[in-house]
């Protein structure tokens, strides 16, 4: 899992989303305020950590500039990627809308 941060009248949103990363862009599907926010403002951060036994192993944070892709069949297929990474139903959030997340800058840190 990771944690996005929106951000839309000098307000900060930040919520956990699940994601999956390739060819140097990250995809999610979300609803609700996030897409609302990213729709307003496409700069985004997200926040990527891994843990084993409760102990952090690495933490990576990624900002970029969102786009929202109002197309059904790349939304139902980014959805499915996404939801078999996290052993979901395929069809679970069939609500959700597919947002790609193009990196800009990347910051990393083990522990």
Known sequence: ????????????HVAPVWYRYEDD????????RKLANIRENPRVALSIQDDEGG?????VTLLGTATVVDDEAETETARRRINEKYDAEPEAYAENTLVRIDVGSTSYRTY
Do not use: F, Q
């Open 1 to 12: 899992m990771a944690h996005l941060g929106t951000c839309t009248e000098g307000r900060p």
């Open 25 to 32: 862009a990250v995809e999610i599907v979300t609803t609700g």
């Open 55 to 59: 102990a952090t192993k690495w933490m």
